[in-house]
Structures are given as structure tokens and as C-alpha cells.
């Protein structure tokens, strides 16, 4: 029997494609006629680079899987442009193309507050196992690598600030920007790329991935997934939806076994003020400076959150009365081993010093 074939147990050999992944290999064809080729470990005549061999299949670049069932990356024959693909799944976030399609066109689309990652077609395969996919390009996690100095989160703070501002002008509430729905385009800080799957690592393979840091190269932030993301009519009043718990699952609102209906926009304001709290706040020193921002959008009661826009409204005032030296200075994490810090300081105050040379802003914006 052939193991990839075997779809009811667990992998047997090591580096043995995954059931999900045989699934992406039977829409190869249909995918590249459309103008989209994957890698050498979803071609049909594959043969293992470490077959016959000693080495170890996670140590090479055709073993490395998709973690993710339903996306995988590709890469554009017209012009190389490396992209995701996303299988739209029938019943599953129903509203996810209608609102990728709203943002990716028209003057949203070449507004500058609009950090809706970019929807750049959608493919229909025809057939008996007929599928869509959304094309996107390839974005990177938000905090990979991580922040350098205070300016740098400055700058990402404001961007998200921004985007969930211009989501919700447009009356959608996104109801998931959580840690792994936001990310940004990796094009300045990469510009020859990285392995999609092992993203410290060249495409080819050929050694570590070089990058620029975000003072040097600043990229721009992305929301993303709008599965669970609706539009809403503000001539019916405040919305009032079932939960629908994402990635974060700690709002107020949405604890106890039967959780009343509630306002989604309030819930968008906790998210971001969680993710801060939680991610730079309680893991980073001198973040001070946000934690009465941050105290209010994670307020118990959804309705004495404050809305987006004071929320924007403040983060400038903060963002005002943070000095130069204060935003130059490196992000420490609170569990930093002390021989890290060391190590990173040095490249830090080397990198600080050409900064100063080529009048780099403290704070990266775009």
C-alpha cells in the first residue's frame, strides 16, 4: 500500500507527504494552467532528496510541510511573485470573499489607512471536485523578527490602530484581529525572499535568510482572515451577534457557558488592547506608556471601552510625548538570558550608531 495513500492512520515514514498536502497535488494541474506552480514536494514525480541517503528530511527543503490545512504557498509563473493560496471552504466564514473583494477594490484599495491584506483574484477550478482559492501575497508573521527598539512598536501600534479605524468607518467590525491574524508585507525587510515553510532560511535553501531591520526598511501591517468579519448596517442600531469565539478567547463578553449576543466593535477594541497587554506590556520593560490606553480597551463592560476613534485620538497624544531617546531605545524582554542581552545589545547600539549616521526616524512609518 502506498502510505500516502493510507489517509486513516498517522505518518508512517518520515518526511511522507501529509493527507492535506495529496490534496493540494490533485489541483496541481488546474492551479499552474491558472498560472500558479508549487514546490518540487507537490509535483507527481517527486523523489525525496534525503532517499537512499543519511540525511535527515526536516534538514532539507522539499521536507518541509505546509503547517496549514488550508492554505499553502506558490508561486506566480508570470512574474515570480511568491503568493497564498486559500481554499474558500462552502459554509465557512460566509461573508470572507464578499469582504476581501469590498476592501481589495475601488479607491479602499489605494487608501493608505486600508490594512486589509490585498486579495489579488479568486480561482475557480471547474470539475467534479470543483474549488476556489483567494490568491493573497505572501505576508509574514507581525512580530518575526522581533521588534528592535520602542519606535518600531510605535509605528505597528498606530498601523493596526489605523486599520481597525478604517474597518469599522466602513461599519465592518473584523471580530479576529488576534496575534495570527495580523502580519505584513515582508517585500522591504526581505527583498530576495525566504523558505515559506522555515522562514529564518533562504528560498534556495542556501543559508540563513537575510533581512533589514523595520528602522531600516519599515513595512506595512496587515489584518487578515475575514472569516469571521461582517458588515453592518448602522441604520439598525448597534449590532447585537452570537459569539463566535477566534483566536482570542479571553473578551468579557464572551465567557459563560451561553454568553448573551453583543456589540462586535467594542470586542475588535479589546482584541488589539489584549494583544498589547499581553504581548508587549506583560513580556517586554518600559511599555508604561500604554498601559492606560490598553486598561481602558480591555475594560470589563464592552460599552465603557472607548471607540476607535478616540482610541486613535490618544495613541497620538501618547505618541507626542515619547522623546527620541526613549523611542532609540531597545525593546528588553523580560525573560531575556542575560548573555542574549549582551549579544543583542552590541549589534543594537552598532546598528543605533548607523541610524544616527543615515537619519533614520525613531519611529519607522511608512
Known amino acids: 500500500m502506498n502510505i500516502e495513500e493510507d489517509f486513516g492512520g498517522p505518518r508512517r515514514v518520515p518526511g511522507v507527504r501529509f493527507p492535506s498536502e495529496l490534496w493540494w497535488m490533485k489541483h496541481r494541474d488546474g492551479l499552474l494552467q491558472r498560472g ?13 532528496s534525503w532517499q537512499g541517503t543519511k540525511k535527515l528530511y526536516v534538514l532539507q527543503e522539499d521536507g518541509q510541510a ?28 460566509p461573508y470572507e470573499v464578499e469582504i476581501n473583494k469590498f476592501f481589495s ?5 489605494s487608501d493608505p489607512r486600508n490594512h486589509c491584506a490585498r486579495m489579488l483574484e479568486i480561482i475557480e477550478l471547474p470539475g467534479d471536485d470543483a474549488q476556489k482559492f483567494m490568491v493573497t501575497p505572501l505576508l509574514r508573521t507581525y512580530d518575526d523578527p522581533p521588534f528592535e527598539t520602542h519606535g518600531e512598536a510605535m509605528s505597528f ?37 525566504y523558505h515559506p515553510v522555515r522562514i529564518d532560511r533562504r528560498r534556495d535553501w542556501k543559508g540563513k535568510a537575510k533581512h533589514y531591520t523595520r528602522t531600516q526598511r519599515p513595512p506595512k501591517y496587515y489584518l487578515i482572515d475575514f472569516g469571521l ?9 448597534p449590532p447585537l451577534e452570537m459569539v463566535l469565539r477566534g483566536g482570542d478567547k479571553s ?21 488589539l488592547g489584549s494583544l498589547i497587554r499581553e504581548n508587549f506590556i506583560q513580556k517586554c520593560f518600559g511599555f508604561e ?32 510625548s515619547l522623546g527620541t531617546r526613549k523611542l532609540r531605545s ?21 546598528r543605533r550608531a548607523g541610524y544616527f549616521a543615515q537619519r533614520k526616524a525613531a519611529i519607522p512609518d511608512l
Open 157 to 193: 501600534f498606530g498601523q493596526i490602530f489605523e486599520g481597525i479605524q478604517f474597518m469599522h468607518e466602513h461599519n465592518v467590525a473584523h471580530r479576529d484581529c488576534t496575534h495570527y491574524n495580523i502580519m505584513y508585507d515582508p517585500s522591504s525587510m526581505y527583498p530576495d525572499s
Open 105 to 109: 477594490s475601488g479607491e479602499r484599495a
Open 36 to 48: 500558479y506552480s508549487l514546490r518540487p514536494r507537490y509535483q507527481p514525480d517527486w523523489v525525496p
Open 289 to 320: 506608556y500604554m498601559e492606560p490606553l490598553v486598561k481602558d480597551m480591555v475594560f470589563n463592560v464592552p460599552d465603557k471601552r472607548p471607540k476607535i476613534d478616540e482610541v486613535v485620538s490618544r495613541f497620538k497624544e501618547i505618541r507626542g
Open 330 to 350: 531597545r525593546v528588553v524582554k523580560r525573560k531575556e538570558y542575560w548573555m542574549v542581552g549582551l549579544w543583542r545589545s552590541v549589534g543594537y547600539w552598532y
Open 251 to 271: 473578551a468579557p463578553e464572551h465567557q459563560g457557558r451561553a454568553p448573551s449576543p453583543c456589540d462586535p466593535f467594542p470586542t475588535d477594541i479589546y482584541y
Open 66 to 93: 505546509s503547517p496549514f490545512r488550508a492554505g499553502l504557498d506558490a508561486t506566480r509563473t508570470s512574474d515570480g511573485a511568491h503568493v497564498m493560496l486559500k481554499k474558500v471552504m462552502p459554509g465557512e466564514g
Open 229 to 237: 468579519s461582517r458588515f453592518y448596517d448602522p441604520a439598525d442600531g
